[in-house]
């Protein structure tokens, strides 16, 4: 038996079906992943995803650790509640943990990913040498992902008015609290939609009130489609510790000004970025038959090799797409080898997918 969240009778009764995700018993579908896809692009669903890691950073020193800790810069977080997405990085400048940061006003909230609590935990602590801070994990809080075109919408119906005023406020990207619970309009679908943050004793009953408002279950097999399509990087399979985020697709979140913050890994990016990134992450797009999974051989004619790093057939489109590390000089095509063929793919630039439609030529 793995670890467990607050919703684990909640998925049990609802007929999930169950699976071990990352040392968690977590629902990976509750009767057709391709309907729970669909019902985010279209509708709205809701996913728990309590098993994240939420890691409070306060003290007089926060803003300083973090923007030692972290390769973004979180004193371009102005106003209360607004987030910030980043690497967090190692001295070599390889990518430890992507995560997100909320601006508290004098403390910050982090969220972290949950295969890589432990070593994320023990990296923060090591780093705090210096630093008047503290760290505070909050295991007791579950939380909810509800997302789709409709999420907001359906979500507002079940709320309290409190409640009703904070989320009707929210800026994309911003986050703030609403009595107990911590709402924030952020996700990793692709579309719009809410993350909410519930005191576990709470969590079946806001489960269930959601559900009645019409918001349905989703297992992470969608949720790993839906972020597939929307572009993101899940950490273990398109970055890790061996990559940088200049080949991770993530050149957008290390801020190099000003140019005197010495965060953890800069000058081994510097160093990386002076020298040209010799890969990079890309889309790929097999419009033939075939199944793109991760790990596969991509060959770009005289150019080189790279590998995918995660693929998966595409609902919203019909037909199957991947992230790629390859060649840095690779062009507009290449080839992947499948079962001892080569199917010829386009190279796209993520995401594939944005609020439903297709995005890419």
Known sequence: MGNRTALYQSHVDMNAKMV?????????????????????????????????????????????????????????????????????LNENGKVIDDLIVYNMEGWYRVVVNCATREKDLAWMDTQTQGFDVTLTEQPTLAMVAVQGPKAIEKALTMMTEEQQQVTKGLKVFQGLPAGDIFIARTGYTGEDGLEIMVPEADVAAFWQALADAGVKPCGLGARDTLRLEAGMNLYGSDMDETTSPLISNMAWTVAWEPAERDFVGRAALEQEKADGPAQKLVGLVLE????????????????????????????????????????????????????????????VRPPFVRNGKKVFE
């Open 20 to 88: 071990d995700f990352g040392g968690w018993d977590m629902p990976i579908h509750y009767g057709s992943q391709i309907e729970e896809h669909n019902v985010v692009r279209q509708d709205a669903g809701m996913f728990d995803v309590s098993h994240m890691t939420v890691v409070d950073v306060t003290g007089a020193d926060s803003k300083g650790y973090l923007q030692k800790l972290l390769a973004n810069d979180v004193d371009r977080l102005k106003e209360k509640g607004k987030a910030l997405y980043s690497g967090m």
């Open 288 to 347: 033939d038959k075939g199944v793109l999974r991760g790990h596969q051989k991509v060959i770009v004619d005289g150019v080189g090799e790279g590998e995918t790093t995660s693929g998966t057939f595409s609902p919203t489109l019909g037909h199957a797409i991947a992230l790629a590390r390859v060649p840095a000089a690779t062009g507009d095509t290449a080839v992947v080898e499948v079962r001892k063929k080569l199917l010829k793919v386009r190279v």
